[in-house]
């Protein structure tokens, strides 16, 4: 099955570099390497360690959304703030509607040979709509920058590709939004997207991720990101449930003072299935990372964390923590999570560690005890579990709409779904 669909997937790409024609030759060719890297690596199986607990050729479109130009004409209710909005239609960036504020522009492609997986080189192959910006030195932005991928109806049944590429340069400081959604919850498609970061010297990038796509639809996403010397990157992924998600977020410490926090909450519900695989690298000393991820799953949902950090040999005096908690809220709901440290250096600082629990009974009690009806103690409880990982969202405008969402998801959530 994997072998069809990826020969199929490259004879349809073959439409797409006919019509990539404003992409400069070497660019060009570029996509044409890249799907040949996608052919050498194909779909990967149970088979592959990485991917043991996915199956995601299983759902996978066959077929690209082929168009080159966004045809929506009106500001998606999602932005947070018109000063500051980059607008991507069916993975095509609308650039009569998006708004870059001063201090940001659009920057030359870059054109690139060396792929973090299969899925970013299918990504650079056939991405008609490819982006890159620049966050220009000494900027400093105070409102949030949304970032809205929106899929509609020409949208069904089509992969989906934008890709996008930001570089902050020295003394930066933004804030944005990436948030994946959909104007019919009823459509089917897959989302292959790549967001990729290059963090200069004293640069400061929060970047949170929002998954709220259709509930039969497929998100494969990565979130790559470059930090050099003294440099800040905040990352948060929110994943509220869809048929099947795959997160890859690759982080890279390159020089002395990078600083990362990557954290992350999956709350699943129903059937769905989540696939986080986080891999933060020390390449140089005096860095540190902290990564907190938690997931709540109730239904016959399934959720995976793979958690790596990697301290390499010249990375000394760095350190690196790593939590994985999850709570179960169903008999058929299951979590499988692998922590992962890698140490070749010998004067670091890391721990790491998972836990897998449920509900507490004596809390649940004490609740219904003050006459709170017991569906709405149980969903308090799971916001209570959730808090402290929305709370690290740095920007308040931004960490208020991440506290809504999550409260509808778990409005979403029957009672039923939620019994032990």
């Known amino acids: 099955m994997d072998q ?3 020969t199929e997937l490259l004879k349809n790409s073959e439409a797409i570099l006919k019509k990539a024609v404003d992409l400069s030759p070497s660019y060009q060719t570029a996509m044409k390497n890249a799907l040949s890297a996608f052919d050498r690596l194909g779909i990967p199986g149970k088979n592959n360690e990485d991917w043991k607990y996915t199956n995601i050729a299983k759902n996978l479109s066959p077929r690209f959304y082929e168009q080159k130009e966004s045809i929506i004409h009106e500001v998606p209710k999602l932005v947070l703030d018109k000063k500051g909005m980059i607008i991507f239609n069916n993975g095509i960036f609308n650039k009569f509607l998006s708004v870059l504020p001063d201090g940001i522009e659009l920057d030359a492609l870059v054109v690139e040979d060396k792929f973090f997986d299969t899925f970013d080189s299918l990504n650079f192959g056939v991405a008609l709509s490819p982006l890159a910006l620049k966050i220009k030195t000494n900027t400093v932005i105070n409102f949030p920058i949304t970032i809205v991928h929106l899929v509609d109806d020409v949208g069904v049944n089509k992969m989906i590709s934008p890709r996008l590429t930001i570089t902050a340069e020295e003394n930066t400081k933004v804030s944005f939004l990436e948030i994946f959604s959909t104007s019919n919850e009823k459509l089917q498609y897959t989302t292959n997207a790549v967001t990729r970061f290059k963090l200069l010297g004293n640069a400061q990038v929060e970047h949170v991720k929002m998954q709220s796509e259709a509930p039969s639809a497929v998100h494969i996403g990565l979130t790559d990101a470059k930090l050099y010397r003294d440099s800040n990157f905040k990352s948060m992924t929110l994943d509220y449930g869809l048929l099947t998600a795959r997160h890859n977020i690759n982080v890279g410490l390159m020089e002395a003072g990078a600083e990362a926090a990557v954290h992350g909450l999956f709350a699943l519900k129903n059937s769905e299935h989540t696939d986080v695989f986080s891999t933060i690298t020390h390449f140089a000393p ?3 990372s902290d990564q907190l991820f938690k997931g709540i799953l109730s239904g016959d949902s399934h ?6 950090i990697i301290i390499e040999k010249d990375a000394q005096k760095s350190s690196s923590s790593q939590l994985n908690k999850n709570l179960i809220l169903s008999k058929k709901a299951h979590i499988d999570t692998r922590p992962q440290l890698l140490v070749h250096a010998d004067d670091v600082k890391c721990s790491h560690g998972a836990t897998v629990g449920q509900l507490s009974k004596d809390e649940e009690f004490y609740l219904e005890s003050r006459g709170i009806p017991k569906d709405k103690a149980k969903r308090m409880l799971c916001h209570g579990f959730a808090a402290d990982v929305i709370l690290k969202i740095e920007n308040t ?8 969402m999550l409260i509808e998801h778990f409005e979403k959530t029957a009672l039923s779904e939620m019994n032990l």
């Open 4 to 6: 069809i669909l990826k």
């Open 286 to 288: 005096h860095t540190t």
């Open 303 to 308: 959720g995976i964390f793979t958690g790596k």
């Open 397 to 404: 405008i931004i960490k208020k709409l991440a506290e809504a």
